[in-house]
């Protein structure tokens, strides 16, 4: 069992498709992330949530909306998005503030029609 | 603001040849730095981080980075090059420990620079 499990691996949807991505760990951690990893580009933080509370959201547009039910799992709600969006959506965890040290999933390779 | 550099997107070295990957970085404090791999189709994975004590990091896989205040560097090295070895790194820079209120690290990242090892 992997410590970071994120569901689907791949994923196409049209613009007015409606999806979410999941994301679990099995780490005990208290902190939650969604990475969007897009060629020739730096991974983007878009939202992270501590101790289930949403703490940091970079200015993502609404067609992304995080949800955190629990310390263990994270989604994001896709809803009419944009061919731009395709990327590879990387969920991570870590453990407080004091090591650095995220922990990412596999990654969800979203394509947008 | 903190700000990473990759210099080269892609490096490519003979199997046994030194690998170097360099990063520098930008901080308005004293930074912690990191590298992570990232393996086809995979997510990341840490390396090894630097977090104020000694300026050599030791990390995974046979992987070193020092530390340089005076260049602002933090460059990757090992001495050896694998065919395991080929793979995505990306360098990160994050503010100290104190990160976000709440909790939460935030990382900056660079852009990533892709090893190709040849026989």
């Known amino acids: 069992e992997t410590g970071v499990t994120q569901t689907p691996r791949h994923l196409v949807m049209g613009m007015t498709n409606k999806k979410s991505l999941k994301c679990e760990q099995h780490l005990g951690h208290n902190a939650m992330y969604w990475y969007k990893q897009s060629a020739k580009k730096p991974l983007e933080l878009m939202f992270v949530y501590s101790l289930e509370e949403r703490v940091e959201n970079n200015s993502v547009p609404s067609r992304f909306s995080p949800e955190c039910p629990n310390s263990s799992h994270l989604f994001l709600h896709l809803h009419t998005l944009q061919p731009e969006d395709s990327a590879l959506y990387l969920c991570?965890?870590?453990?407080?503030?004091?090591?650095?040290?995220?922990?990412f999933g596999e990654g969800s390779r979203l394509t947008v029609l | 603001a903190q700000s990473v550099t990759q210099l080269g997107s892609h490096v490519s070295v003979s199997e046994g040849a030194l690998v170097l990957l360099r990063c520098n970085y930008s901080?308005?404090?004293?930074?912690?730095l990191f590298w992570y791999v990232q393996y086809p189709n995979q997510g990341l994975q840490l390396l090894l981080k630097y977090t104020s004590a000694a300026t050599l990091v030791k990390g995974i896989n046979g992987f070193e980075a020092e530390f340089k205040k005076s260049e602002t560097s933090f460059h990757l090295t090992k001495p050896s090059a694998h065919m395991s070895d080929a793979a995505e790194y990306f360098c990160a820079v994050s503010e100290g420990p104190w990160g976000l209120t709440g909790g939460g690290n935030k990382l900056t990242f660079g852009t990533g620079t892709q090893l190709k090892v040849e026989l």
């Open positions: 901080s308005s404090v004293p930074p912690y």
């Open positions: 991570a965890s870590s453990q407080g503030a004091n090591t650095g040290e995220l922990f």
